[in-house]
């Protein structure tokens, strides 16, 4: 099976500042899908952004940009000028473009510092 | 809105109950699927649904079952329940379009067994 690694637990940020959770996975797919997904306090799992393997571009939401790195199998969110409303968890998603489960992370808890 | 449906959003049950949780999918998405998340926990595959088929299984207890109607909605049904099921209950869809989607999060079903 698939395995996503998130080795950040906790990460905190000044507002306005740029922030960025790293991610890894392991696979020997070669086509696949990964995400991003933001859990605020409500709880509520809100997708953050989504990055296809086979483009090279990386994805771009407004403040939230990826650094895909496919052969290192790395996938990293910026968040740029931070919010308040940015604190959450996120968790990094896996998922094969063969339309299996969705392997998720273990979640890094942003805070941010007014 | 994420146009996933959990029903209901709030159940506090006794040890040895049986409850069953309600999800309905975005329209038209084929998959769905069940996660656990315990509190400040990540998130627990369950159950995936694909088109009324199970599609994949996670870790889910013999206590715990689910199924997809033919209107592609799903129910989990969880018995003998016990003080550690006590938990924030996901369902997420997918797979409109093409598999290999992102999936779309309910609000959550929250359980509270005393």
């Not at chain 1, 790195?69 to 919010?83: E, G, N, T, Y």
Request: hydrophobic letters at 30%; glycine letters at 6%.
């Amino acid at each position: 099976a698939q395995t996503v690694t998130q080795s950040q637990p906790e990460m905190s940020v000044q507002e306005a500042e740029t922030v960025t959770l790293s991610c890894t996975y392991d696979t020997s797919e070669s086509d696949y899908y990964l995400f991003w997904y933001k859990q605020p306090p409500s709880r509520q799992m809100i997708l953050v952004i989504r990055q296809e393997a086979y483009k090279q571009q990386n994805a771009t939401e407004n403040r939230f940009s990826v650094n895909f790195q496919k052969a290192a199998k790395s996938f990293s969110l910026k968040i740029s000028d931070s919010q308040l409303g940015d604190a959450a968890m996120y968790f990094c998603a896996y998922r094969s473009a063969i339309g299996n489960q969705f392997y998720f992370g273990t979640g890094t808890s942003l805070t941010v510092i007014p | 809105d994420s146009g996933v449906t959990q029903t209901p959003k709030h159940l506090i049950t006794a040890t040895g109950q049986r409850v069953t949780l309600r999800c309905s999918p975005r329209s038209g998405d084929l998959s769905v699927y069940w996660y656990q998340q315990s509190l400040d926990q990540g998130l627990q595959f369950l159950i995936q649904y694909y088109n009324g088929e199970e599609r994949a299984k996670g870790n889910i207890l013999e206590r715990f079952s689910a199924q997809q109607f033919p209107d592609l909605h799903s129910e989990l049904n969880l018995s003998s329940l016990e003080l550690g099921d006590s938990a924030l209950y996901f369902c997420a869809s997918s797979d409109r379009d093409r598999e290999g989607t992102e999936a779309f999060f309910g609000q959550g079903t929250r359980l509270t067994v005393v």
